[in-house]
């Protein structure tokens, strides 16, 4: 045996490792999917569009989602509007991002934080609602 | 010599399989507690909200929208009927913490949140044109439904009537009729009837305000 060869216990320790990690992984990948709790943001984040995307604005003539997303001007006006009937729809415990094609509004988004979110087409672009547990 | 070189490995063997062994726990721990531990629950509760809140519902107005007199009527076997995954559940329906269906006590189930507005209709708006003086009525904003009852007098002949420019009643030998038109929700609404110079007669509009309150539904099953 030539001194360059690799010992046979690190070879057979290396195959354990492999196989340590395989059950392992397959721990993972047969529970995967989303936790419940990304599950529940997604689907307040999805009621809060559908909220906004079917509720008249005052002095406007669409929906308040696409309001939003129409022009600079419509934009700025339908903001405070959209923030107080979002800080009403969502639960007390939960905190809110829309992100418009002119301009994003909301509470700022923490780094670390488990994020629902919704994207929904207008057609004057996309509009996305993205919430968390504050 | 070759004797201490296999100490060395095995040392480094046993090493990496003892982090192996580490790692691999904590993962499967981590994916084990990430788990769902009620999916009988989660899921009746999830599909007692989706068809509480749906847009076909018969609780509701719209997507989201759910109809303040079917709130008042709903009991726990309309739930049962609307979602049978809640059959023989103990349940608890709120609205912002208030009660609105509960039977049983489901410590122990899951709740599942929604966020819903609660339509409530005003009283109805009756506006009255008379042909002679005037063919529009003005409809506001936030108004999806109409009943036009169009009463033409001697010598009119009315054909059609437009809610802003769509034609939305038609009868090529004149209308004398009392039909429900669909508008536009989220602007204001001109309805104008072709009614020439010399008409008379009358067009009646009426439609129902609405009122949204939002509130969050709270869903509670234990199976």
């Known amino acids: 045996m030539s001194r360059g060869q690799l010992s046979l216990t690190v070879v057979e320790a290396v195959v354990g490792v492999v196989l340590v990690m395989g059950v392992a992984a397959g721990f993972t990948v047969v529970s995967t999917g989303p936790t419940p709790s990304t599950a529940e943001l997604d689907t307040l984040a999805h009621d809060a569009a559908t909220v906004l995307a079917s509720e008249p604005t005052e002095g406007g003539r669409d929906a308040r989602l696409a309001e939003l997303a129409r022009a600079e001007?419509?934009?700025?006006?339908?903001?405070?509007?959209?923030?107080?009937?979002?800080?009403?729809?969502l639960p007390a415990d939960v905190l809110f991002r829309v992100r418009t094609p002119h301009g994003s509004f909301g509470h700022p988004q923490p780094p670390t934080a488990t994020i629902g979110s919704t994207t929904v087409p207008t057609r004057y672009g996309p509009v996305t609602i993205r919430v968390w547990y504050g | 010599m070759r004797a201490q070189t296999n100490l060395v490995a095995l040392v480094l063997a046993l090493v990496l399989v003892t982090g192996a062994t580490v790692v691999g726990v904590a993962v499967a721990d981590g994916a084990l507690a990430g788990a769902d531990r009620d999916p009988l629950d989660r899921h009746a509760a999830t599909?007692?909200?989706?068809?509480?809140i749906a847009a076909d519902s018969p609780t509701t107005v719209r997507a989201n929208a759910l109809d303040v007199a079917a709130v008042e009527a709903l009991n726990?076997?309309?739930?049962?009927?609307?979602?049978?995954p809640a059959e023989g559940a103990a349940l608890r329906i709120t609205l912002d913490g208030e009660s609105v269906v509960e039977r049983g006590n489901p410590t122990g189930g899951v709740t599942v949140r929604r966020s819903v507005t609660v339509v409530s209709h005003l009283a109805p708006v009756r506006q009255a044109v008379n042909l002679s003086r005037g063919s529009t009525v003005r409809v506001p904003r936030g108004v999806g439904r109409a009943t036009v009852a169009v009463d033409s007098g001697e010598n009119t002949t009315i054909r059609t009537v437009r809610a802003d420019g769509r034609v939305v009643l038609y009868d090529g030998a004149g209308l004398d009729t009392n039909a429900t038109v669909h508008l536009s929700r989220y602007e204001p609404t001109t309805v104008r009837t072709g009614a020439g110079a010399n008409a008379s007669g009358r067009v009646v509009v009426t439609y129902r305000r609405s009122a949204a309150e939002t509130h969050t539904l709270a869903v509670t099953v234990d199976v």
């Open chain 1, 73 to 89: 001007e419509s934009f700025a006006a339908t903001r405070p509007s959209a923030r107080d009937r979002l800080a009403d729809l």
């Open chain 2, 47 to 52: 599909s007692v909200a989706d068809r509480l």
């Open chain 2, 76 to 84: 726990a076997s309309r739930v049962e009927v609307l979602a049978p």
